[in-house]
């Protein structure tokens, strides 16, 4: 079997995770940009975070044989402050002609905040304005549905905005078609307690189709597993999936996404 | 699938589950002190698992979820309760 994993927070995650990781069959990992657990006090640390994932990160992986690429922006964890905000995304043209960075991520909310609304909307004239794929965060838990809905007002009402280059992480079942019918695609994060198990998952794909979806573990400095998309490729095969669906939906969906961005080559 | 299929592949895992959800309510009925809203609306949420139609996974998310449409002023805090207080008290 052969997967992508789209969305993993590796600069968290010890170097046995690549190692299981390409035994099951990861052909490239994406990473993009978040907290890291506690607030940077300056645009300094994001600096050298870009660093990290623009150079180390990479390298750490091409000793698995692994591509590594990397989005890149201030977390919506980080946007209560504007100024600092600012000062981020100011910082952040001269990292994107960078070979492995794709596009400006994962932005959107958390709290469903006025300022974190204003930053998810800089950062949106920011991926416009250097034509970046953009990758979305959604809120956890009870702010989900709340933020899903001002997330896509947002993207909707940007006119220079291709809903087809865009891609609304952590869906549910309340929150998916929402988020496919707005033409963008849908992101389900497999997470052991939180956001969406691989059964749940695949119910979706068997509910709403399995046309702008990818699936990814999001793993990080929490309860996370690296290994949840081969998991629920597996779940897919015990349900009866071809072979040929499942390489669609694990590997097919995320390349043709990501490919929309001439610097993701495996 | 046919519903034998499905049964034959989950009904273990949501037996025990299941069993899960009647041991933690008991052992929050065991424990001192008042209900608050998390537990209010897990209440209601359960009735949506009794209910007949389709959408119960999403039908539970929406119990849980902020059905409100307007920002908030300002994020005082990062992390996430799990339900929305104004949806039970």
């Known amino acids: ?32 940009a978040f907290w890291a657990g506690f607030d940077r006090s300056s645009a300094d640390g994001f600096y050298d975070y870009f ?59 958390n709290k469903n905040s006025r300022n974190e609304l204003r930053v998810l909307e800089m950062h949106v004239d ?74 749940r998952a695949v119910d979706m794909v068997e509910v709403y189709g399995d046309e702008r979806v990818w699936m990814n573990c999001a793993c990080d400095w929490g309860v996370s597993d690296p290994l949840a998309v081969p998991k629920t490729a597996l779940e897919m095969k015990k349900r009866g999936h071809s072979p040929d669906t499942i390489d669609r939906l694990v590997f097919g969906n995320p390349a043709k996404f990501l490919g929309q961005c001439a610097k993701f080559k495996i | 699938m046919t519903q034998p299929q499905v049964l034959d592949l989950y009904f273990m895992d949501a ?23 998390r537990i209010k609306a897990f209440r ?17 998310l929406l119990v849980f979820s902020d059905p409100t449409t307007d920002p908030i002023p300002a994020a005082t805090t990062k992390a996430a309760s799990g339900a929305w207080p104004g949806n039970v008290e």
């Open chain 1, 126 to 199: 920011l991926a416009a304005r250097h034509n970046q794929l953009i990758l979305v965060h959604t809120p956890h838990l009870e702010d989900k549905l709340k933020g899903t809905r001002l997330i896509v007002d947002v993207l909707k009402a940007d006119k220079r905005i291709q809903p087809g280059r865009v891609i609304i992480d952590h869906v549910e079942e309340h929150t998916v078609k929402l988020v496919l019918d707005s033409g963008m695609w849908a992101g389900m994060t497999l997470y052991p307690e939180s956001k969406c198990s691989p059964p």
């Open chain 2, 15 to 37: 037996r025990s589950k299941l069993i899960d959800l009647a041991a933690f309510l008991d052992r929050v009925e065991r424990a001192t002190g008042e209900d608050d809203f």
């Open chain 1, 51 to 109: 660093c990290q994932l623009t150079e180390h990160e990479p390298k750490r992986a091409a000793k698995f044989g692994l591509p590594h690429f990397s989005w890149l922006c201030i977390n919506p964890k980080e946007s209560e402050d504007v100024k600092l905000a600012e000062e981020v995304i100011a910082l952040i043209p001269k990292f994107l002609d960078r070979p492995n960075v794709l596009g400006i991520g994962e932005i959107g909310l």
């Open chain 2, 44 to 60: 209601e949420a359960l009735k949506a698992l009794s209910a007949h139609g389709p959408e119960k996974a999403k039908q539970v």
């Open chain 1, 1 to 32: 079997m052969r997967y992508i994993e789209p969305h993993a927070h590796m600069v968290s995650r010890v170097t046995d995770d690549y190692v299981k990781m390409t035994l099951a069959g990861c052909a490239a990992v994406c990473e993009p």
